[in-house]
Every structure is written in structure tokens, then in C-alpha cells.
């Protein structure tokens, strides 16, 4: 059984940064793309980082470009996503996700096999 855990949300004024983890447990994603998507009260989930199996491709859209960067270790099973400058249209729940006949990351949710809980990010004005 696979295991996504995101952790690191929390309150945080305009332009200021978190960090978000999220570990994967159950079985190996080493070789696998992951996600980080958000989504908004009364919004469709919305991809905000994608990177390959090995980290050496990374993939955003315009909206977290310059402020977001996704990373990963794969020996600790985990891929983070620093985000800086944030604002408060930031303000979502973040999903980290695991696509398992991938290697390279896809934006869309339906690319994805497995999603963690969600952790809230609040952005204050």
C-alpha cells in the first residue's frame, strides 16, 4: 500500500516562503515522476510542479515559475517543494503525487496514481 504524507503547511504573511515535504512509504518511487498540485476552495486542482524520477527535469506553470522549486531525495523516500514569495492567491491545500508509468512529470491530476492527504497553505495579505 502507497503512502504520500505531505507536511510543512501552515500560516505565512504575503511574500514570505515554506517548505513543504512529503514522504512516500509502501513501495519505491525512486524511479517514478512526482507532483505537487493545489487546490483552492470552489477551484479544480491545479498542477504547480512536476519532476522527473532522477530531479534533473523540473516543469511549472507560469503562475509559481521563479518563486516555486521542486526537489527530491530519493534515498529518503521524500520530494519537497520550497515556495517564496508567496502570495495570497497561494492559498490552497497542497497534494504531492506519484505517477507510476511515468519517469518524466505530466501536469494533469489523471496522470497520477497515488496522492497524499493535503496539507493547507494560508497566505495572509
Known amino acids: 500500500q502507497v503512502q504520500l504524507v505531505e507536511s510543512g503547511g501552515g500560516l505565512v504573511q504575503a511574500g514570505g516562503s515554506l517548505r513543504l515535504s512529503c514522504a512516500a512509504s509502501?513501495?519505491?518511487?525512486?524511479?517514478?515522476?512526482m507532483g505537487w498540485f493545489r487546490q483552492a476552495p470552489g477551484k479544480e486542482r491545479e498542477f504547480v510542479a512536476g519532476?522527473?524520477?532522477?530531479?534533473?527535469?523540473?516543469y511549472y506553470p507560469d503562475s509559481v515559475k521563479g518563486r516555486f522549486t521542486i526537489s527530491r531525495d530519493n534515498a529518503k523516500n521524500t520530494v519537497y517543494l520550497q515556495m517564496s514569495s508567496l502570495k495570497p492567491e497561494d492559498t490552497a491545500v497542497y497534494y504531492c503525487?506519484?505517477?507510476?508509468?511515468?519517469?518524466?512529470?505530466?501536469?494533469?491530476?489523471?496522470?497520477?496514481?497515488?496522492w497524499g492527504q493535503g496539507t493547507q497553505v494560508t497566505v495572509s495579505s
Open positions: 509502501g513501495r519505491t518511487f525512486s524511479s517514478y515522476a
Open positions: 519532476i522527473s524520477w532522477n530531479g534533473r527535469s523540473t
Open positions: 503525487a506519484v505517477d507510476y508509468n511515468n519517469s518524466s512529470p505530466r501536469s494533469r491530476p489523471d496522470d497520477y496514481d497515488y
